[in-house]
RNA sequence: GGCGACGUAGCCAAGUGGUAAGGCAGGAGUCUGCAAAACUCCCAUUCAGCGGUCCGAAUCCGCUCGUCGCCUCCA
């Protein structure tokens, strides 16, 4: 199994360095709700796990929320409540809108403000060991003490102060030197340290819960491709140079922004297209389909016709996997599903290439209606299809009825159509097909006689 | 200014040295009382443009054009 490391440029082959899969994946920053980002990042690394507990390995997965933040404090101040109280939340929130993705949940979700003795600890250590020295009240992360940073982003420091758009620090020794911890300001919360009360910086969270939950090197470090500078840039000076162990993460995966029209979507740009929006128009499995449809390393691009389109192909799977099972022939040819296993397994196993898996689910379901009509026992193939969009996340469960009601009423005038269809009385009977669309309910009259399902 | 990504059919989107997956839309059929669904067939001699390397390139190299991202909070 290979996949792509932004540290190193390339696919690598895959080597978990034990039983159990180690994956750190930076979480939110709860101040509102979420949008297509979140879900988008969500969705990919939701679907990398699926994948890896389907090829039999184990996996903890850790991810973070950042409930201290100067956004989550302004909107706090601003609405009067605790931070902590607006951060829980959103956070709860966002691992709502997640489950209606699909999206398992982490094995564990550390919050920043519970793990401030071991961000401490950390930053102490950096202190003892050169890389990071106190300037009133706030402690720096010092750059030039690492050789290699910036390793990840491919940039040198160098290179970097030669842009336009870095401000002198007042404090800080090098312009690029980060905050580790940030003095208190009035108004703010705060914790006690050994260089007075302050919060922490943005980066060390990460280090310090990824270093405590899965240990000094872990298998997989993972996030949108909007932080690998500075975010992750900076925890692995912060990591490496506390633990004096390399790498930090053996493999780095990011996945590409989504795409508003020409533009990134983005908080500054204030573009942002919440979940809940997209949700009300579409099945999280279309959502799903969507974003699994392009490789998770491109940028996507958002639009609600692409969302109907992937919807609309989604149909064609649900149909396969939960048509009538139709009478099968004395003696059938039994399909078998080992060549299309091994496909899957092939595609996703050279970095998670979903737009391939995607194909074979729908090859897959070509092979199962074909064997349908042709009477074959396609019991395999379908369950095949059941599993193989399972793990992708995809559910393939019909539209939920949401007409339970009026079930009954349905089902009678589908036999009042049969009788008038049996006298030929097709007019009346069209009319009844046609009025009942109108309501939203489309009727289908298969050799197994006629099923109803609830239009999108 | 520095670093990087991308440009494939009407649309979305794989493929990264061996002769263009898949989905949506469209066209023609089969089935059907008619539809719908399903199935069958068709739909890029060509991969932004121009050069080069190679027996062979969408895939490698160079240049040009265009788009986007990061360098600032962001998934």
């Known amino acids: 199994m290979k996949i792509y490391s932004t540290l190193s440029r390339q696919k690598e082959e895959f080597q978990p360095q034990g039983e159990v899969v180690t994956i750190y994946s930076c979480g939110v920053t709860p101040y509102a709700e979420s949008h297509l980002g979140h879900a988008m990042n969500a ?36 609405l009067g409540i605790p931070p902590r109280e607006l951060a829980e939340k959103f956070a709860n929130r966002y691992f709502e809108d997640m489950a209606t993705l699909n999206v398992m949940k982490p094995d564990i979700i550390p919050y920043a403000t519970e793990e401030i003795p071991k961000m401490l600890e950390v930053i102490q250590g950096l202190v003892d060991k050169g890389h990071a020295y106190a300037v009133n009240g706030s402690v720096y992360f010092r750059v030039r003490s690492m050789p290699d940073y910036g390793k990840l982003s491919h940039r040198t420091l160098d290179s970097m102060q030669a842009g336009a758009r870095i401000e002198p620090g007042e404090e800080k020794e090098d312009p690029m030197d980060f905050a580790l911890w940030k003095a208190a300001k009035p108004g703010e919360p705060f914790w006690e340290s050994p260089w007075g009360k302050g919060r922490p910086g943005w980066h060390i969270e990460c280090s310090a819960m990824s270093l405590k939950y899965l240990g000094e090197t872990i298998d997989i470090h993972c996030g949108g491709q909007d932080l690998i500078f500075p975010h992750h840039e900076n925890e692995i000076a912060q990591s490496e140079c506390f633990t004096g162990k390399k790498p930090f993460a053996r493999i780095w995966m990011h996945n590409g922004l989504f795409q508003l029209g020409d533009e990134k979507m983005s908080k500054s740009i204030g573009n942002i297209v919440g979940i809940k929006q997209i949700l009300e ?24 016709e692409a969302i109907d389109a992937a919807e609309k192909g989604l149909e064609r799977l649900i149909q396969a ?10 003696n059938a040819e039994k399909l078998d599903a080992r060549s299309v296993r091994q496909k899957f397994t092939e595609v996703m196993d ?73 006298a030929k009385q097709f007019k009346l009977a069209d009319e009844i097909r046609d009025k009942l669309l109108e309501t939203g309910v489309i009727m289908e009259d298969t050799a197994q006689g006629t099923t109803w399902k609830r239009k999108k």
């Open 43 to 78: 969705v990919i690394f939701d679907t990398v796990r699926r994948y890896l507990l389907f090829r039999g390995y184990k996996v903890k997965f850790v991810q973070n929320i950042t409930d201290v933040e100067d956004k989550i404090i302004d909107r706090a101040n601003k």
């Open 281 to 304: 128009k579409h099945s999280a499995d279309g959502f799903r389909m969507f974003v699994l449809g392009s490789h998770y390393r491109n940028p996507l691009t958002f639009s609600d």
């Open 321 to 330: 996997a939960n048509s009538e099972p139709a009478p099968v022939k004395a």
């Open 350 to 422: 050279d970095d998670f290439n979903t737009p391939q898996a995607l194909a074979v689910l729908f090859d897959i379901a070509r092979d199962v209606n074909r064997g349908i009509e042709q009477g074959a026992d396609v019991s395999e193939l379908r369950h095949a299809l059941k599993e193989l969009s399972g793990v992708l996340g995809l559910t393939l469960k019909k539209p939920e009825t949401a007409f339970t009601d009026a079930a009954p009423f349905i089902e009678l005038l589908i036999k009042t159509r049969k009788q008038l269809r049996d």
